[in-house]
């Protein structure tokens, strides 16, 4: 199923990067442009890392919204009973590249979007599972 959007879905890592101003992160800027989205799970991991940081989860997610990043350029997209399925099927498919449940939730998202995947994470290289894997670093 597609969504009718163009962009990515990001996982966790591309979206820190963009917050972050890392290497990359120009990479996500554009696709940003795009409509991406991101799952709930994976948000949910960039608001807590960015709670290591010292910032308020809260506060980090408004102060986003107000930028019209959050809802504007990124889309939030709730996981599905039927992600559940397809998150628990790409266990023994993604185990070799230590994929976690959030690497995971993010595949599934993609998948169910009919979306290409943006990460910094260079494990994903080797992932098949149907998705096209896009690293925003060389």
Known sequence: MTDGRTGAVLDASALL???LNEP??????AMLAEGAAISA??????LSRMGDRGDEPAATHQRLERQGLIGDLLEVI???GEDA???ARLRPLSR?????LGDRACLATALRLGRPVLTA???WAT???GVTIRLIRP
């Open 17 to 19: 990067a963009y917050l």
């Open 24 to 29: 990359g992160s120009a990479v996500v800027d």
């Open 41 to 46: 799970v994976n948000y949910a991991e960039v």
């Open 78 to 80: 709730p996981l599905l």
């Open 85 to 87: 399925l397809i998150v």
């Open 96 to 100: 070799a590249q230590g994929l976690s």
């Open 121 to 123: 994470d260079r494990g």
């Open 127 to 129: 992932v098949d599972v």
